[in-house]
């Protein structure tokens, strides 16, 4: 039994530092990529204020609604398609996706230029500005390009140049945003669209630069024998990205709707602030999902063993435990100071929604990484399910509170329930099917980090 034991530590040690080699090569570069983006962010805070950052906000926000759906939420699609094939196999299934993904990028293009009013209004964008939303057509093409060629670098295992491809897009905006700020104050509200575009245009370019370096490793996933359209390789896709689709477009326009109600009941000052926190808050969570994210779902596609899975995301589960309640502890402490430090005085109100949002962020990264294994086995059911209903709690929830606290405080609150219904739902799917069965060290660690959470929350709470 001891020899036993022993074996398994040995066979365990590898895979935890393959774990945190890969949150080396992706964490710095999340963090690098989180501050230019703050930076972008602090300098149009600092030269138009509040309301400016709302409607930058509703901007990127509409954006990312019409690439979910250009993209038909592919990326992990291709991701776990791709790692899960080789030869032609693969080369047929990429070059389906791509077909498909053009068909859908030209038709949300068509969209958005003929149906520019209607998504600017449930965007929340003022009548005299409800034009910028058809414009974005010129941001959305690029980024839908991006996704792709994001996908292709994951699913190769080029983890290291895809963590520095991810900074093109905060860089350009980083540079981009102290002329285009001025240019705003002037009236110029379109250069906003014409930013999200061009540093699109610069992942795009970084993208294209690093998977040509790597050329000759990926010439035969899409060029030699195979056909150019495959219907399995498209249910396969579809089996996937279809569940996604459905959430992300579903997700998109909850969040869609619950901002609109904030800015149309509270106006774009407050929805600057509520932007802020909402910012500041998935900024953090991200900086712990993406540098796992590159690594975990792909090292699961390739796990056939149900008892290595699950071994593995108790692995993942207590990195990202420890990391995520240290953040947020740190943060629940600083609110007022990092608000300040990454946008402006002005905003000092972001913080009674800050307290809120932080406090789900633990949920959010323990939902998420309970929803990969889910998609790592194409149980698109269940995935679908969770997302639907985590979002349908959230919007019952933001609209529920109105009873008794304002929309922005009520959006707030609801993320906490959302991700709690979120993470409830997958970690009871993946118990029931023995996909996941913590030990008592995994529940001990993240038992404590929900507790430094709470403790750190409740000792901060009415900080301002």
């Given at each position: 039994?001891?020899?036993?034991?022993?074996?398994?530590?040995?066979?365990?040690?590898?895979?935890?530092?393959?774990?945190?080699?890969?949150?080396?090569?992706?964490?710095?570069?999340?963090?690098?990529?989180?501050?230019?983006?703050?930076?972008?962010?602090?300098?149009?805070?600092?030269?138009?204020?509040?309301?400016?950052?709302?409607?930058?906000?509703?901007?990127?926000?509409?954006?990312?609604?019409?690439?979910?759906?250009?993209?038909?939420?592919?990326?992990?699609?291709?991701?776990?398609?791709?790692?899960?094939?080789?030869?032609?196999a693969r080369r047929e299934f990429l070059r389906t996706v791509l077909l498909l993904t053009?068909?859908?990028?030209?038709?949300?293009?068509?969209?958005?230029?003929?149906?520019?009013?209607?998504?600017?209004?449930?965007?929340?964008l003022p009548r005299e500005q409800l034009r910028l939303a058809g414009l974005l057509v010129?941001?959305?093409?690029?980024?839908?390009?991006?996704?792709?060629?994001?996908?292709?670098?994951?699913?190769?295992?080029?983890?290291?140049?895809?963590?520095?491809?991810?900074?093109?897009?905060?860089?350009?905006?980083?540079?981009?945003?102290?002329?285009?700020?001025?240019?705003?104050?002037?009236?110029?509200?379109?250069?906003?669209?014409?930013?999200?575009?061009?540093?699109?245009?610069?992942?795009?370019?970084?993208?294209?630069?690093?998977?040509?370096?790597?050329?000759?490793?990926?010439?035969?996933?899409?060029?030699?024998?195979?056909?150019?359209?495959?219907?399995?390789?498209?249910?396969?896709?579809?089996?996937?990205?279809?569940?996604?689709?459905?959430?992300?477009?579903?997700?998109?326009?909850?969040?869609?709707?619950?901002?609109?109600?904030?800015?149309?009941?509270?106006?774009?000052?407050?929805?600057?602030?509520?932007?802020?926190?909402?910012?500041?808050?998935?900024?953090?969570?991200?900086?712990?999902?993406?540098?796992?994210?590159?690594?975990?779902?792909?090292?699961?596609?390739?796990?056939?063993?149900?008892?290595?899975?699950?071994?593995?995301?108790?692995?993942?589960?207590?990195?990202?435990?420890?990391?995520?309640?240290?953040?947020?502890?740190?943060?629940?402490?600083?609110?007022?100071?990092?608000?300040?430090?990454?946008?402006?005085?002005?905003?000092?109100?972001?913080?009674?929604?800050?307290?809120?949002?932080?406090?789900?962020?633990?949920?959010?990264?323990?939902?998420?990484?309970?929803?990969?294994?889910?998609?790592?086995?194409?149980?698109?059911?269940?995935?679908?399910?969770?997302?639907?209903?985590?979002?349908?709690?959230?919007?019952?929830?933001?609209?529920?509170f109105r009873r008794w606290f304002t929309a922005a405080e009520s959006a707030a609150m609801?993320?906490?329930?959302?991700?709690?219904?979120?993470?409830?739902?997958?970690?009871?799917?993946?118990?029931?099917?023995?996909?996941?069965?913590?030990?008592?060290?995994?529940?001990?660690?993240?038992?404590?980090?929900?507790?430094?959470?709470?403790?750190?929350?409740?000792?901060?709470?009415?900080?301002?």
């Amino acid at each position: 039994m001891a020899t036993l034991a022993a074996n398994l530590r040995s066979e365990a040690a590898p895979r935890w530092r393959e774990i945190i080699c890969a949150m080396a090569q992706t964490g710095g570069a999340s963090l690098a990529s989180g501050l230019l983006s703050m930076i972008a962010t602090k300098i149009v805070a600092l030269v138009l204020g509040p309301a400016q950052v709302a409607l930058l906000s509703s901007l990127q926000q509409l954006r990312q609604t019409a690439v979910t759906g250009a993209t038909l939420t592919g990326q992990t699609a291709i991701v776990q398609g791709a790692s899960s094939r080789s030869g032609r196999a693969r080369r047929e299934f990429l070059r389906t996706v791509l077909l498909l993904t053009l068909a859908a990028t030209v038709a949300v293009g068509g969209w958005m230029l003929l149906s520019y009013k209607w998504a600017g209004e449930q965007a929340g964008l003022p009548r005299e500005q409800l034009r910028l939303a058809g414009l974005l057509v010129i941001a959305i093409i690029p980024a839908v390009g991006f996704v792709f060629l994001a996908a292709l670098m994951n699913a190769s295992g080029t983890i290291g140049a895809l963590a520095m491809v991810q900074l093109a897009a905060p860089a350009a905006m980083a540079l981009l945003a102290y002329p285009v700020s001025r240019m705003v104050a002037h009236g110029n509200e379109e250069l906003f669209v014409a930013m999200l575009g061009l540093s699109s245009l610069a992942a795009v370019a970084a993208a294209s630069a690093a998977l040509y370096s790597e050329r000759d490793k990926l010439r035969g996933w899409i060029q030699g024998r195979g056909r150019w359209w495959s219907g399995s390789a498209a249910r396969h896709f579809f089996n996937i990205s279809g569940a996604m689709f459905a959430s992300g477009i579903f997700s998109s326009a909850i969040v869609l709707a619950v901002r609109g109600q904030v800015l149309r009941s509270q106006g774009m000052a407050i929805g600057g602030e509520f932007d802020a926190a909402w910012t500041i808050s998935m900024n953090q969570a991200g900086l712990v999902l993406a540098s796992l994210q590159t690594y975990y779902l792909p090292a699961l596609a390739k796990t056939k063993d149900i008892g290595e899975r699950s071994a593995h995301i108790g692995r993942v589960l207590v990195i990202a435990a420890v990391a995520g309640a240290a953040l947020i502890a740190v943060l629940a402490a600083f609110k007022p100071t990092v608000i300040a430090a990454f946008y402006s005085r002005e905003f000092r109100g972001a913080s009674r929604y800050l307290r809120w949002t932080i406090s789900g962020d633990y949920l959010k990264i323990t939902s998420w990484i309970l929803s990969i294994p889910l998609v790592a086995t194409a149980n698109m059911r269940t995935f679908l399910a969770a997302d639907l209903s985590a979002y349908g709690a959230f919007a019952a929830a933001a609209y529920g509170f109105r009873r008794w606290f304002t929309a922005a405080e009520s959006a707030a609150m609801a993320f906490v329930v959302m991700y709690a219904v979120h993470m409830i739902f997958c970690g009871l799917s993946l118990y029931s099917s023995g996909e996941f069965r913590p030990d008592k060290r995994v529940l001990w660690i993240w038992t404590a980090g929900l507790a430094l959470v709470v403790v750190s929350s409740a000792a901060f709470w009415k900080q301002k």
